[in-house]
């Protein structure tokens, strides 16, 4: 059995990426990210620190914007419009959940798609569906790392993704698409589950419920990539699969934490690099 091992892959991808930002400064190029934070959520600034220190690492400036909690929509959307002014800021992230507020479509929509390094604006979306140069959302790109880099074949193979949500469940459907998989999207009302997860080559679990899929819904060999994350009694994390029932029959699986987790902010900061590519080929 293979132990994906994301904080090794998601290294891999943040040396290289530093290769290329200095490729970059060598001509001249700086690159930028705004991160946004309104109010001090605590699991939030965990997740905004780590961006930063991202950032430092492989050398993107990044521009932290910690706002009160009070802050209205209007202030917030006149800060992004200032910051999608400004040319010198490649990416604009802004750190959901927001305040209840504040209406979340809003914001990411007021985002200009050239600097939507989240992936979450509807132009994404779309670019992502119809195969189009854009910035994709980064949970998902990096299973499809993870796979990759894993040695582990996409086309032609037997997809189940469990989960249909717009961050992990939707795009990782349409990324496996497009690596030529054969995918079946399962959810809530999906019948006889474990018979449809049992079609998988490669089972993608993004459920939601910790330890949710046991070896009852694996295919002796499959390659099982767990996207959940939950903190247990016990304060130790577990994924949506019960990796211990399910590891003997597996021929590859993420463990949680370690897998796909350290993923994300590694292509956070991908797309912070592609965003001068997908803006030329955007403009041209
Ligand atoms: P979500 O709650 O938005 O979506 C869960 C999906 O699972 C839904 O589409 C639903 O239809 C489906 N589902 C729920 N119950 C089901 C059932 N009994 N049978 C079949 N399908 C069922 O969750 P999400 O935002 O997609 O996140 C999924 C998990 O991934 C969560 O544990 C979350 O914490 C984790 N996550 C991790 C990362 C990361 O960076 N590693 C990023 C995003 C989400």
């Known amino acids: 059995m293979l132990l994906i091992d994301g904080k090794k892959i998601s290294t891999d991808i943040k040396d290289e990426l530093k290769v290329r930002v ?11 990210l705004a991160v946004i934070q309104v109010g001090n959520d605590p699991a939030s600034s965990v997740y905004v620190g ?3 220190k991202a950032c430092a690492y492989i050398g993107i400036n990044s521009l932290a914007y910690e706002l009160e909690e009070s802050t209205t929509q209007e202030e917030l959307l006149e800060l992004i419009a200032k910051l999608n002014a400004d040319s010198k800021v490649n990416g604009i992230l802004v750190q959901l959940p927001l305040p209840s507020h504040i209406n979340e479509k809003s914001i990411i929509n007021a985002i200009d798609p050239m600097k939507d390094v989240d992936g979450f604006h509807p132009v994404s979306v779309g670019n992502l569906s119809i195969g189009q140069p854009g910035f994709l959302s ?3 790109a990096g299973i499809v790392q993870l796979l990759k880099r894993s040695g582990v074949e996409i086309a032609g193979k037997e997809c189940v993704v469990i989960g249909r949500s717009n961050i992990v469940g939707k795009p ?3 990324l496996m698409l497009r690596e030529n998989a054969t995918v079946t999207i399962a959810h809530s009302k999906t019948k006889d589950l474990k018979e449809v ?7 993608i679990v993004a459920v939601g419920k910790p330890m949710f899929i046991n070896s009852e819904y694996v295919k002796e060999g499959a390659v099982v990539i767990d ?3 939950h903190r247990k009694e016990d304060g130790k994390l577990c994924g949506d699969v019960d990796f211990e029932d399910v590891k003997e029959h597996v021929s590859a699986i993420t463990p949680v934490p370690g897998g796909v987790g350290p993923m994300t902010i590694a292509m956070l900061m ?4 592609d965003s001068i590519e997908i803006a030329e080929a955007n403009n041209a």
């Open 22 to 32: 200095e490729e970059l400064k060598s001509k001249g190029i700086e690159i930028t």
């Open 227 to 229: 996207v959940g994350i």
């Open 138 to 140: 980064c949970t998902p």
């Open 270 to 273: 991908k797309n912070c690099v």
């Open 197 to 203: 997860a049992k079609r998988a080559d490669i089972l």
């Open 50 to 52: 780590n961006k930063k």
């Open 172 to 174: 990782i459907s349409l």
